[in-house]
């Protein structure tokens, strides 16, 4: 299994015939992403990928081939408007990859997906891939294999480092979803964590995080509890100066608590593998299994 993707989902693109679009339809279909529409108001009648049919709206798209998940390439400005009108479609999932989303934006967007029962993934993230079976994003495939482990990133770059070093090292990701580096997200760590919790097939779960916000708070919330699943954790910014941005609009460290130091303190005292650096995380994602290998012999 996985969590939210696998080929079982019926993909629509809006924006299909963009450049991004264009590229995604086949780039994704290639990985074995079931995709069956395009959305482009203006083109509607025509075809991208030499055979996915392109509509005027979400509504017909859905109604003519049984679409149930969306994926965004429109410009920022019209993200909101598009994403709005797959939830009311009746999409299950939705992923926008696009950064610069204005905030207020977003939390209207994240008030109508909880109301509906969507998901919603994004924004300022590469989206979500299940290896082996369906990738929603724009994030190259050969970095991933398939296995047991899930991978929660608020970095897009860092979760390809991360799962490159998982793959060579021959451990394979359940699902690696991006949460986006903004301080509002559509998918939290939290909840994230409470998919991967749910899956039978995700056995350890690695979190790569970042200085600035709270999503650590949650992870380590998670890792205390005793019937948690193992997790190892890299988090990034260690040299930061103190009130400066670094790179996403999240990572600006507002007290003590949000530096990188207090960090790998608060997750290590709550029993999570935290790796030094990016060469570590494969060892602590081995720890993380081994505890998970440990718990279920003393289960059995």
Do not use: W
């Not at 450049?19 to 069956?36: N, P, S």
């Not at 300022?124 to 990738?135: D, E, T």
């Not at 005292?269 to 060892?283: I, K, L, P, S, T």
Request: net charge neutral.
């Amino acid at each position: 299994m996985s969590i939210l993707l696998d080929r079982n989902n019926r993909v629509l693109v809006q924006g299909a015939t963009g450049q991004m679009g264009t590229f995604f339809v086949e780039d994704a279909r290639k990985y074995g992403t079931t995709i069956v529409a395009g959305v482009s108001p203006g083109r509607e009648g025509t075809t991208v990928g030499a055979d996915v049919p392109v509509f005027a709206n979400v509504r017909i798209a859905c109604a003519e081939t049984g679409a149930d998940t969306a994926i965004v390439f429109v410009p920022p400005a019209l993200v909101l408007g598009a994403i709005i009108e797959a939830i009311e479609a009746g999409c299950r999932l939705v992923v926008a990859t696009a950064d610069e989303l204005p905030v207020l934006d977003t939390i209207e967007i994240r008030a109508a997906a909880r109301a509906n029962g969507t998901a919603f993934v994004g924004p300022n993230s590469p989206g979500l891939i299940s290896p082996g079976k369906a990738k929603l994003g724009f994030m190259p495939s050969f970095c991933y294999r398939e296995g047991n482990v899930g991978v929660i990133s608020r970095s897009g770059s860092l979760s390809y480092e991360g799962a490159k070093r998982l793959t060579r090292a021959g451990i394979g990701q359940s699902t690696v979803i991006g949460i986006g580096g903004d301080p509002v997200k559509g998918t939290t760590a939290a909840e994230a964590l409470a998919l991967f919790h749910a899956d039978p097939a995700t056995t350890a779960v690695l979190y790569l995080g970042e200085i600035g916000g709270s999503e650590e708070i949650f992870v380590a919330e998670y890792a205390a509890r005793a019937d948690a699943k193992p997790v190892a954790a890299l988090i990034v910014g260690q040299t930061a100066p103190p009130g400066k941005k670094m790179g996403h609009a999240a990572a600006l460290i507002g007290s003590k608590a949000e530096g990188h130091e207090a960090k790998i303190a608060m997750l290590r005292a709550a029993g999570v593998h935290v790796a030094n650096g990016a060469g570590e995380v494969m060892a602590a994602t081995r720890q993380a299994l081994a505890n998970a290998r440990t718990a279920n012999t003393k289960d059995a």
